[in-house]
């Protein structure tokens, strides 16, 4: 079955330490999309990737880092510079059609936690 | 910035019917609808492209109001199953970049 893996569920980090969240699709979408959410929010966007090795900011990029080398991956990396990670997590893809007009799918998430 | 939704949470009894709204300050191209349930991946509901069109599944609708950059998702005869929270996600002409709501916390009761 296609979708979205994303590893690993639960993520602790220490203090000082980068962490980095895998998300992996075999849906063969070019669109990939890396959100936050925290408790009783919304999400918000980090980063977003529309090819293979490119990608943008989104709102809240600051202390994030992404790559985007191979069309079915792209990770996210927590710095240490993001002093508030804990959060939720959560990946997406979606077919890159005319601009906005198609659904993303998303992956089960990974809940970070600091140490 | 981020859409308004309103009202924040509604709670129903089953059977009832619920209207959520989304609001944005920009002009858009599209409206995305998605649910989700705690702790779950967002489900994606339906999508509303600008031009005023309604859409339905099921015992699901929605509706664009491109003049007041306004959707609102209707929910008719509510099951046990409608409960989670509900996101409105948008996209301004032009972009791939997606806008989420503030989500509205919907709990059906038996």
């Known amino acids: 079955d296609g979708g979205i893996t994303q590893s690993p569920k639960y993520l602790f980090r220490k203090e000082g330490q980068n962490v980095t969240l895998s998300c992996e699709q075999n849906l063969n979408h070019d669109a990939m999309y890396w959100y936050r959410q925290d408790p009783g929010q919304g999400l918000r966007l980090i980063y977003y990737?529309?090819?293979?090795?490119?990608?943008q900011k989104g709102d809240i990029a600051e202390g994030y880092s992404v790559s985007r080398e191979k069309k079915e991956s792209f990770p996210l990396t927590v710095t240490s510079a993001q002093k508030n990670p804990t959060a939720f997590y959560l990946c997406?893809?979606?077919?890159?059609?005319?601009?906005?007009?198609?659904?993303?799918?998303f992956g089960d998430g990974t809940r970070l936690s600091i140490l | 910035q981020q859409p308004v939704q309103s009202p924040q949470a509604v709670i129903l009894r089953e059977g009832e019917d619920a209207v959520i709204n989304c609001s944005s300050s920009k002009a858009l191209y599209s409206v995305h609808w998605y649910r989700q349930k705690h702790g779950e991946a967002p489900v994606f509901l339906m999508i509303?492209?600008?031009?005023?069109e309604q859409k339905g599944h099921d015992k699901i609708s929605a509706s664009f109001n491109e003049k007041k950059q306004q959707s609102s998702l209707y929910l008719t005869a509510s099951q046990l199953s409608y409960s989670g929270t509900y996101f409105c996600?948008?996209?301004?002409?032009?972009?791939?970049?997606?806008?989420f709501g503030t989500g509205t916390r919907l709990k059906v009761l038996a």
């Open positions: 509303l492209l600008k031009g005023g």
């Open positions: 997406a893809s979606s077919i890159v059609g005319g601009a906005g007009n198609q659904p993303q799918h």
């Open positions: 996600g948008t996209a301004t002409s032009g972009t791939y970049k997606y806008i």
């Open positions: 990737s529309q090819i293979v090795n490119d990608f």
